[in-house]
């Protein structure tokens, strides 16, 4: 009479299972993606009108900064073709490509590359486990980005970052800002959460989200053409910009709203549903 193991012959089992069972990978986010601007179209698109600092946790200098910015600043040749570094790029008209980078031996994903074709930007996504590189390092425009897959979201935390704009109407970003992205793909659609931490300028993280669509068929307008012409004539020294307090554009955006000055100056208190009571209350005090 023979007489069964069973917890020897469950384990053998097991084992089998997992053998034969295959590798679970990680959901695709390969592709050429298009940009939907259902949300925040008028900051995306046609871009914020001046005086629009609504919805940014900005800190004063942030504020004196975007006082006395002058959008003719980028009609001037040095910025007539200056790319939107990380934090901004994704806010704008934008498709982009999305493609793997895998080691030849182990066929393991160790970069994502990506192609933006607005300012015909490149950025590499490690997947690898390397770490950041000092601080000196010199910045770029994409800065220097890490990726893990938590679930099927991608996470990617972005250092190295050049200083520009979270938006034209001259809210400046630092050049010590992290940023932290997560990719999550459900079907044709890709969604984008930027969350942006900015020691400088923000007194607490500025988060954005975006849409973007697969294109099935491609699309080939990949390029983009700037070239630098001197549009309005001034002189060759000239900087644009308004002093303190002489900004004749900085109340735009509150008198065509109808909307008090404080409400729409930015900062971490207006991004909360606890403000409501408070801009109602001011609502009510304002001259009809």
């Known amino acids: 009479m023979y007489r069964v193991n069973y917890p020897g012959f469950l384990g053998c089992l097991f084992l089998a299972m997992l053998v034969g069972a295959p590798a679970f990978a990680q959901i695709n986010i390969s592709g050429e993606w298009a940009g939907r601007y259902h949300e925040d179209q008028g900051d995306r698109v046609p871009g914020d009108v001046q005086g629009d600092f609504t919805g940014v946790p900005m800190n004063d200098a942030a504020r004196r900064y975007a006082e006395s910015f002058d959008v003719t600043r980028v009609a001037i040749l040095e910025h007539q073709c200056q790319p939107y570094n990380l934090p ?62 938590n679930g099927d979201i991608l996470t990617v935390t972005t250092t190295h970052i050049k200083k520009e704009f979270y938006r034209r109407s001259g809210i400046p970003s630092s050049d010590l800002t992290t ?66 307090g002489k900004n004749p554009f900085i109340k735009d955006f509150s008198n ?15 991004t909360y549903p606890e403000y409501m009571p408070k801009l109602e209350e001011m609502m009510r005090k304002q001259p009809r």
């Open 179 to 244: 940023v932290v992205e997560h990719y999550i793909r459900h079907g044709n659609l890709l969604s984008h959460v930027i969350i942006v931490t900015d020691p400088v300028y923000l007194t607490e993280p500025y988060v954005n989200s975006q849409e973007f669509v697969l294109m099935e068929r491609g699309n080939q307008n990949w390029l983009y053409n700037c070239e630098y012409a001197m549009e309005v004539p001034k002189p060759k020294n000239e900087v644009p910009h308004y002093l303190p």
């Open 88 to 149: 901004h790029i994704y806010r704008g008209p934008l498709q982009f490509r999305i493609w793997e980078e895998k080691d030849p031996a182990t066929q393991e994903i160790i970069a994502y590359n990506q192609y933006l074709g607005t300012y015909m930007q490149y950025r590499t996504i490690w997947m690898d486990g390397r770490s950041h590189p000092p601080d000196y390092v010199p910045h770029t425009n994409m800065g220097f980005s890490t990726g893990e897959w």
């Open 256 to 270: 065509k709203f109808g909307l008090p000055f404080e409400a729409v100056f930015g900062g971490a208190e207006t």
